[in-house]
């Protein structure tokens, strides 16, 4: 069983940055690939990004694409998102979220085993 904890979120003015991470415990998540979500009030829990175990692969929605960045660092159990140039828009509780196995796709919800507990971001306008 792992567990992921969420940490990095806050309130900040458009146009700043923040630096999401994820930290794993319980067994190593090396091997799974690792996802970030997000939903806002009254929305849908969306896809943001996803990341391989190795890292060689990176998958962005296109909202994101040239402003977020996904990373991992296996050796400490630990997957980041940095976001700039953030917008008014980019407001929700955030999730990373892990897979166990690779199941044909990385954008959906139900590709994932499990979750973190979401952190908050507010981006004023």
């Known amino acids: 069983q792992v567990q992921l904890v969420e940490s990095g979120g806050g309130l900040v003015q458009a146009g700043g940055s923040l630096r999401l991470s994820c930290a794993a415990s319980g067994r190593t998540f090396s091997g799974h690939a690792m996802g970030w979500f997000r939903q806002a009030p009254g929305k849908e829990r969306e896809f943001v990004a996803a990341?391989?175990?190795?890292?060689?692969?990176?998958l962005y929605v296109d909202s994101v694409k040239g402003r977020f960045t996904i990373s991992r660092d296996n050796a400490e159990n630990t997957a980041f998102l940095q976001m700039n140039s953030l917008k008014p828009e980019d407001t929700a509780v955030y999730y990373c979220?892990?897979?166990?196995?690779?199941?044909?796709?990385?954008?959906?919800?139900?590709?994932?085993?499990?979750w973190g507990q979401g952190t908050q971001v507010t981006v004023s306008s």
């Open positions: 990341i391989t175990w190795s890292g060689g692969r990176t």
């Open positions: 979220a892990g897979q166990l196995r690779y199941r044909g796709g990385y954008y959906s919800t139900g590709a994932y085993d499990y």
